[in-house]
Every structure is written in C-alpha cells, then in structure tokens.
C-alpha cells in the first residue's frame, strides 16, 4: 500500500532553516511528482510547491521562492523540504503528498515550530 | 486572501444536504479540469475527495458530488452523517504550474 511516512517534530530558532523528509513507499516513486503543503495554527492549507521527482524540477510557490528547497533522493525514495530563514510564522504543520494537482496519499504531518 | 473564496461556514442536520462554493478571484483560476476538494480534521492529513471537477477516489461515498459552473465550483455532500463534519477545502490548479487551495468552510452537522 502507498504510504508516505515523515519526519517528526522540530523546534527552530527565528532565522534557523528546517529540513523535513517524507519517506514514500508501496509505488514507484519517479512516476509521481511530490507536494509540500502546510498549514498554521488556526489558519488554511496553503499550497508551497511541488518537486517532479523523475527529473528533479521544482515549482515553488511564489510566496515561498528564494528561501525554499524541494528534492527527492530517488535511491532511498525519499523527499525533503529545506524552508531557511524562518520566522514565527513558518510555524505550522507540513505535510508531503504525492501528485501535482491532486492528492489522494498524504504524509501523517511534520510540526515545525519556531520559536526564539 | 485566497485566490479561491468559500464561505466559513456551513451547516445541515443529519440526512440533509449541504452545498459549498468556491468562486476563482480571477478568469485563469478554476478554468482548468484540476479541481479537487479535500476534507481536512484538524491535525490529520487531508482527505481527496472530489478531483478533477466532479470524479470521486475509490471509497468515497457517492454521497459527495462536485461541479463546476463558470468561476465557481460546488462541493456537495448528501445524506448528511456526523462523520462529515470537519474543513472542507476547494483546490484548482492556478496557471503557470501554480496549485492554490481555497479559505476553508468549516461544516457542522
């Protein structure tokens, strides 16, 4: 079964960058592209881009552009989400999916909490 | 402010319908068949349950229909039970390989 299981829960300090792993299984990972989507507290999901995982192309979201990192290793079929410069308002709940425009399979959610 | 607008709220009793727009701020958005809605409890992942305007994933009820008429796609949700209530959210591809997703309507059975 498809199951995209991600990394746990990290604390950073305002101007400190995160890295986030969703680690894919139960298909063959090239032949879907992964989204990255967050959501803060008491706010919506917001859409931060998504990565073609057979060719390594990124499209990020233009909010998110110049501080945000989206690759994949495909020899261990894991995807990673680097966002720098973070602020309080980066605080939020991450989460990977896979497909561009739309997404049936999800990762269980990464808290990302920053805080000085 | 979301490019795709849904009321914050809304609500049925149990075994009525409920019906949520989501209207594109401009011509380019919700122009495309890559609309999708998700149902969202708050510290869970979302759930796809309508994609590409009006098809339902395997296992979704066909209580949950979608359309989309001009510059406003409709999510409705038949036969309402309490296990439906939660955050809906309206989804369109946006132009340019940009994704956006909608405010958010929060229903209450």
């Known amino acids: 079964q498809v199951q995209l299981v991600q990394s746990g829960t990290e604390v950073k300090k305002p101007g400190a960058s995160v890295k986030v792993s969703c680690k894919a299984s139960?298909?063959?990972?090239?032949?879907?592209?992964i989204t990255w989507v967050r959501q803060a507290p008491g706010q919506g999901l917001e859409w931060m881009g998504w990565l073609s995982v057979d060719n390594g192309n990124p499209n990020y979201a233009q909010k998110f552009q110049g501080r945000v990192s989206m690759t994949a290793d495909t020899s261990t079929t894991t995807a990673y989400l680097e966002l720098m410069s973070l602020t309080s308002d980066d605080t939020a709940i991450y989460y990977c999916?896979?497909?561009?425009?739309?997404?049936?399979?999800w990762g269980q959610g990464s808290l990302v909490t920053v805080s000085s | 402010q979301s490019a795709l607008t849904q009321p914050p709220s809304a609500s049925g009793s149990p075994g009525q319908s409920v019906t949520i727009s989501c209207t594109g701020a401009s011509s380019g958005v919700l122009g495309s068949k890559y609309v999708s809605w998700y149902q969202h409890h708050p510290g869970k992942a979302p759930k796809l349950i309508i994609y590409?305007?009006?098809k339902r994933p395997s296992g979704v009820p066909d209580r949950f229909s979608g359309s989309k008429s001009g510059n406003t796609a409709s999510l409705t949700v038949s036969g309402l039970q309490a296990d439906d209530e939660g955050d809906y959210y309206c989804a369109s591809y946006a132009g340019g390989n940009n994704y956006v997703f909608g405010s958010g309507t929060k229903v209450t059975v």
């Open positions: 139960g298909y063959t990972f090239i032949a879907y592209s």
């Open positions: 999916a896979r497909g561009a425009w739309d997404q049936k399979y």
């Open positions: 590409e305007v009006t």
